[in-house]
């Protein structure tokens, strides 16, 4: 059975950080490439970053370039999003995406919630 669970969500204050963690289960994972999305309410889910299966290669959204990094850990089967200088604006439910070709999965998301 495949399975994402993300977990390191929660409340901070501006300014502060967060890491986020999808371990991953049930599939090759060394073979996706994996991502990192996020869904406000009233919002369409929006792209954050993501990293490739091999080279490592990762992307970012323009909204969190300089603030967010994404890695990974193939022995453990996990990957990471670190959030630094975290915005209002960030506030959010954070998905984790597996993606081989035409194969996808998605875990359940955690919340992060940026607010004074």
């Known amino acids: 059975e495949v399975q994402l669970v993300e977990s390191g969500g929660g409340l901070v204050q501006p300014g502060g950080s967060l890491r986020l963690s999808c371990a991953a289960s049930g599939f090759t994972f060394s073979s996706y490439s994996m991502g990192w999305f996020r869904q406000a309410p009233g919002k369409e889910r929006e792209f954050v970053a993501t990293i490739t299966s091999t080279a490592g290669t990762t992307y970012y959204a323009d909204s969190v370039k300089g603030r967010f990094t994404i890695s990974r850990d193939n022995a453990k089967n996990t990957v990471y999003l670190q959030m630094n200088r975290l915005k209002p604006e960030d506030t959010a439910r954070y998905y984790c995406?597996?993606?081989?070709?035409?194969?996808?999965?998605w875990g359940q998301g955690t919340q992060v919630t940026v607010s004074s």
């Open positions: 995406k597996a993606r081989l070709g035409p194969r996808e999965y």
